[in-house]
T-cell receptor
Framework: GQNIDQPTEMTATEGAIVQINCTYQ??????LFWYQQHAGEAPTFLSYNVLDGLEEKGRFSSFLSRSKGYSYLLLKELQMKDSASYLC??????????FGAGTRLAVHP | ETGVTQTPRHLVMGMTNKKSLKCEQH?????MYWYKQSAKKPLELMFVYSLEERVENNSVPSRFSPECPNSSHLFLHLHTLQPEDSALYLC??????????????FGPGTRLTVL
């Protein structure tokens, strides 16, 4: 079966670091995506990992371990505007994304 | 960001109505998608079109009928919906290059309420 798990909710303090984990079990794997979605808005692309290791992009980094079926999104120097849902999605093949239910992050002053 | 637009943004309809959702992408992409997003549930892929041909239909009830007249436009025709169909309907597009995972770009969605 296809399964993607991520925590439902997280809270963090402005200026801190937060790590959002994602574990997956899918019948195919062609890469893993992270999207950010603010309430009432479109999901926006954050990162893509297909090889093991860490991809860094400004304040955001994403890590992948294919052997463990595991990824995380690391957000540094948190800002209030980072309060949003973060969606983990696995590409199971050409044009096919399987999404997790999303992690709602609340950043407090 | 106006790469993918959707209209209307909000729609309220009765169970006997017929309505259509529209999506337009201005990114020169070859693939377009419809997703359903319900509260606290994962995005559910409904339909995929590649070069105007439907390549995926995820067991969606026939009361949802997609149409892709060209690579820039995608419609979702709705008829005799049920209250449980109330959700956010998201359109996305991607370059559609084969052999690699395609980054999908989403529109803002249509918030649908079925009474």
């Amino acid at each position: 079966g296809q399964n993607i798990d991520q925590p439902t909710e997280m809270t963090a303090t402005e200026g801190a670091i937060v790590q959002i984990n994602c574990t997956y079990q899918t019948s195919g794997f062609n890469g893993l995506f992270w999207y950010q979605q603010h309430a009432g808005e479109a999901p926006t692309f954050l990162s893509y990992n297909v090889l093991d290791g860490l991809e860094e992009k400004g304040r955001f980094s994403s890590f992948l371990s294919r052997s463990k079926g595991y990824s995380y999104l690391l957000l540094k120097e948190l800002q209030m505007k980072d309060s949003a849902s973060y969606l983990c999605a696995v590409s199971g093949g050409y044009n096919k994304l399987i999404f997790g239910a999303g992690t709602r992050l609340a950043v407090h002053p | 960001e106006t790469g993918v637009t959707q209209t209307p943004r909000h729609l309220v309809m009765g169970m006997t109505n017929k309505k259509s959702l529209k999506c337009e992408q201005h990114l020169g992409h070859n693939a377009m998608y419809w997703y359903k997003q319900s509260a606290k549930k994962p995005l559910e892929l409904m339909f995929v079109y590649s070069l105007e041909e439907r390549v995926e239909n995820n067991s969606v009830p026939s009361r949802f009928s997609p149409e892709c007249p060209n690579s820039s436009h995608l419609f979702l025709h709705l008829h005799t919906l049920q209250p449980e169909d109330s959700a956010l309907y998201l359109c996305a597009s991607s370059p559609g290059t084969s052999g690699s995972a395609d980054t999908q770009y989403f529109g803002p969605g249509t918030r649908l309420t079925v009474l």
